[in-house]
């Protein structure tokens, strides 16, 4: 059972690129989280979902975007790269009101 | 005993010890709780959790404690030992806020050995 799974591991951007971060679940949740985490800090959540075909925004939504076109799927899109955006990225899951399940995370470094 | 470090508040124990890592909420309206813990390159994982109808939850060698009245939560971790190293986050949840989970800023616990 894999649970949740993160690719890219690892990603380094230049200042104006965009990419995309995939996010797969497993397990059937209705609830999908994009959270970023700088050093030392807490996560802050960036958007989330309650459900397929439904995105919301979280704390620090600015300069990116999400789809979630297939329930076990959430994409984290940045458009425009900026060096602000370096951090490590973690996805979650969960029932509607019950734990997080977490990813491995996806550290980007944009130059 | 407890610091403040540069980002993140540090609670240095020795192994054996019992811990207590404590987390003020923010949302009155959060019915519940989690413990997660993070360990360095990993994303967090789940401790324990604690629902608001409850004032205390006990695991294997963990408890939460709930204070609804100053909104605070407490994680204790019994007998202290290296492995409990890592950075504890708790977090909140409430269903007038979308089930969002919504994480506190985290402590950071060194266990000496």
């Known amino acids: 059972n894999a649970g949740v799974t993160q690719t890219p591991k690892f990603r380094v951007l230049k200042t104006g690129q965009s990419m995309t971060l995939l996010c797969a679940q497993d397990m059937n949740h209705e609830y999908m989280y994009w959270y970023r985490q700088d050093p030392g800090m807490g996560l802050r959540l960036i958007h989330y979902?309650?459900?397929?075909?439904?995105?919301a925004k979280g704390e620090v939504p600015d300069g990116y975007n999400v789809s979630r076109l297939k329930k076990q799927n959430f994409l984290l899109g940045l458009e425009s790269a900026a060096p602000s955006q370096t951090s490590v990225y973690f996805c979650a899951s969960s029932k509607a009101n019950t734990e997080a399940f977490f990813g491995q995370g996806t550290r980007l470094t944009v130059v | 005993g407890e610091s403040v470090g540069l980002h993140l508040p540090t609670l240095s124990v020795q192994e054996g010890d019992n811990s207590i890592i404590n987390c003020a909420y923010s949302n009155s309206a959060s019915d519940y709780f989690i413990w997660y813990k993070q360990e360095s390159g990993k994303g967090p994982q789940f401790i324990i959790d604690i629902r608001s109808n409850m004032d205390k939850r006990q695991g294997q060698r963990v408890t939460v404690l709930l204070n609804k009245t100053v909104k605070h939560l407490s994680l204790q971790i019994a007998a202290t030992q290296p492995g409990d190293s890592a950075v504890y986050f708790c977090a909140e949840k409430s269903n007038t806020g979308g089930f969002k989970t919504i994480f506190g800023a985290g402590t950071r616990l060194f266990v000496k050995a």
């Open positions: 979902s309650v459900g397929e075909g439904t995105t």
